[in-house]
């Protein structure tokens, strides 16, 4: 009996001391968990990857000691099936922001968009593009602003993809200059490949000649036209006076 006793006293004192244990254990607060990104090693600034297809990978990085505002850009590509790598380099102003791939023309060519941010006088986005026809990489020129598109820019762009084009976005402006104010309209441009090289259309500009697109170029002052005398003068017509005829008076 004592026995028993003992070992439900023994098997009651460890509970005790199992509940105490647990609720001294503090829970763990999952929201204090930050997810942080890994750290690129110096000399190099950015770094992404991306897969184009099985086997097919690019390693996008951008470097440069002791500048900030400008470097050198180095692409790797690694053909993990054919056992290929090849290396593709530039020169880079500003820092990249992020990198796109696309096949525009669909020719089973990639195309790399490298979207890189600087600034002078305005913050503005440059693109670095390059096509790939397996380990031979082309640099593709990136068509420049027009001088109607020119108009009322201010840089601030937004660059993106949509249905397999890069869509180009940026506030207009009622003037190139520092005082400028935007206008609430925007200029949308969509690129494309044709014949290896890079087209432009302009998607807002329809909407922007409706709306009345006045940006950066002051209107030449009018005339004001004298108004016109609409009241119908009335023709004065003389009439010719005939001379009157002398009475003959007869003396009788």
């Not at 199992?18 to 001294?24: I, K, P, R, S």
């Not at 690694?78 to 056992?83: P, R, V, W």
Request: aromatic share 8%; glycine share 6%; proline share 4%.
């Amino acid at each position: 009996m004592r026995n028993i006793l003992r070992c439900c006293l023994f098997l009651f004192t460890g509970s005790g001391l199992l509940v105490a244990c647990t609720q001294e254990q503090p829970k763990k607060n999952f929201a204090d968990a930050k997810s942080t990104a890994p750290a690129v090693m110096q000399p190099f600034r950015f770094h992404k990857m991306i897969e184009v297809s099985p086997g097919q990978d690019f390693d996008i990085m951008s470097w440069g000691r002791g500048s900030t505002t400008s470097g050198s850009l180095l692409i790797l590509r690694s053909d993990t099936i054919s056992k290929t790598f090849t290396t593709t380099t530039g020169d880079l102003d500003g820092a990249i922001a992020d990198v796109f791939n696309s096949d525009m023309d669909a020719d089973g060519n990639p195309e790399l968009l490298i979207e890189a941010k600087a600034k002078d006088t305005i913050a503005y986005m440059s693109i670095y593009a390059y096509e790939f026809n397996e380990s031979k990489a082309s640099k593709l020129d990136f068509p420049k602003l027009t001088s109607t598109q020119k108009k009322g820019y201010r840089g601030n762009d937004n660059f993106y993809m949509k249905d397999g084009k890069l869509i180009r976005e940026y506030p207009i402006y009622d003037g190139n200059t520092s005082a400028a104010k935007p206008t609430g309209q925007k200029r949308v441009l969509q690129y494309n490949m044709r014949s290896n090289s890079l087209t432009v259309k302009d998607l807002s500009a329809d909407t922007l000649k409706m709306k009345g697109d006045t940006t950066a170029v002051k209107k030449p002052v009018e005339k004001k036209e004298e108004p016109k005398n609409t009241k119908t003068e009335k023709k004065t017509t003389k009439h010719k006076e005939t001379p009157k005829k002398k009475k003959k008076h007869h003396r009788g």
